[in-house]
Protein backbone atom coordinates (compact mmCIF):
# COMPACT_ATOMS: atom_id res chain seq x y z
CA UNK A 1 0.00 0.00 0.00
CA UNK A 2 1.22 3.38 -1.21
CA UNK A 3 -0.01 6.69 0.72
CA UNK A 4 0.84 9.91 -1.96
CA UNK A 5 1.89 12.86 0.16
CA UNK A 6 1.58 16.26 -1.19
CA UNK A 7 4.75 17.33 -2.86
CA UNK A 8 4.16 21.30 -1.19
CA UNK A 9 2.53 20.92 2.30
CA UNK A 10 1.82 23.40 3.49
CA UNK A 11 2.32 24.10 7.45
CA UNK A 12 1.02 27.03 9.64
CA UNK A 13 3.54 27.79 12.68
CA UNK A 14 2.27 31.21 13.39
CA UNK A 15 -0.20 32.60 15.30
CA UNK A 16 -4.26 33.76 15.20
CA UNK A 17 -4.31 37.36 16.81
CA UNK A 18 -7.69 37.26 18.40
CA UNK A 19 -9.57 40.00 16.13
CA UNK A 20 -13.02 41.41 18.02
CA UNK A 21 -15.51 39.95 20.30
CA UNK A 22 -16.43 37.17 17.83
CA UNK A 23 -13.14 35.19 18.99
CA UNK A 24 -14.01 31.85 21.05
CA UNK A 25 -10.93 30.31 23.19
CA UNK A 26 -11.01 27.13 24.18
CA UNK A 27 -9.36 24.60 26.00
CA UNK A 28 -8.34 23.99 29.95
CA UNK A 29 -7.42 28.05 30.67
CA UNK A 30 -10.59 29.06 29.22
CA UNK A 31 -12.96 26.90 30.96
CA UNK A 32 -10.70 27.83 34.04
CA UNK A 33 -11.43 31.49 33.42
CA UNK A 34 -14.88 31.40 32.48
CA UNK A 35 -15.60 29.57 36.15
CA UNK A 36 -13.78 31.76 37.93
CA UNK A 37 -15.64 34.95 36.26
CA UNK A 38 -19.18 32.77 36.91
CA UNK A 39 -17.86 32.85 40.55
CA UNK A 40 -16.72 36.49 40.67
CA UNK A 41 -19.87 37.59 39.22
CA UNK A 42 -22.04 35.20 41.75
CA UNK A 43 -20.26 36.42 44.22
CA UNK A 44 -21.34 40.61 43.35
CA UNK A 45 -24.64 39.52 43.36
CA UNK A 46 -24.68 38.38 46.71
CA UNK A 47 -23.17 41.81 47.72
CA UNK A 48 -25.93 43.96 45.63
CA UNK A 49 -28.47 41.46 47.67
CA UNK A 50 -27.23 42.99 51.10
CA UNK A 51 -26.92 46.31 50.24
CA UNK A 52 -29.64 48.68 51.76
CA UNK A 53 -31.54 51.02 49.66
CA UNK A 54 -29.58 53.94 50.31
CA UNK A 55 -26.29 52.34 49.27
CA UNK A 56 -28.09 50.94 46.57
CA UNK A 57 -28.98 54.65 45.45
CA UNK A 58 -25.32 55.71 46.00
CA UNK A 59 -24.56 53.29 43.06
CA UNK A 60 -27.98 53.93 40.77
CA UNK A 61 -29.38 50.92 41.42
CA UNK A 62 -32.76 50.24 42.94
CA UNK A 63 -34.15 47.35 44.69
CA UNK A 64 -36.05 46.07 41.47
CA UNK A 65 -32.39 46.03 40.05
CA UNK A 66 -30.91 43.60 41.99
CA UNK A 67 -34.22 41.45 42.28
CA UNK A 68 -33.83 41.09 38.08
CA UNK A 69 -30.09 40.45 38.01
CA UNK A 70 -30.28 37.78 41.34
CA UNK A 71 -32.99 36.57 39.04
CA UNK A 72 -30.57 35.59 36.56
CA UNK A 73 -28.39 31.96 35.67
CA UNK A 74 -25.17 32.13 37.34
CA UNK A 75 -24.02 31.26 33.40
CA UNK A 76 -26.11 34.24 32.34
CA UNK A 77 -23.05 36.42 32.42
CA UNK A 78 -23.06 40.55 31.28
CA UNK A 79 -21.76 40.97 27.75
CA UNK A 80 -19.54 43.69 28.76
CA UNK A 81 -17.47 41.01 30.82
CA UNK A 82 -17.38 37.72 28.93
Known sequence: MTCATP??????????????????AVGPAHGLARLKLVVRVWNE?????NLDDRALRDIGLNRSDVERELSRSPLDLPSNRI
Open 7 to 24: SSATVFTGTVPAIGRGYT
Open 45 to 49: RKVLQ
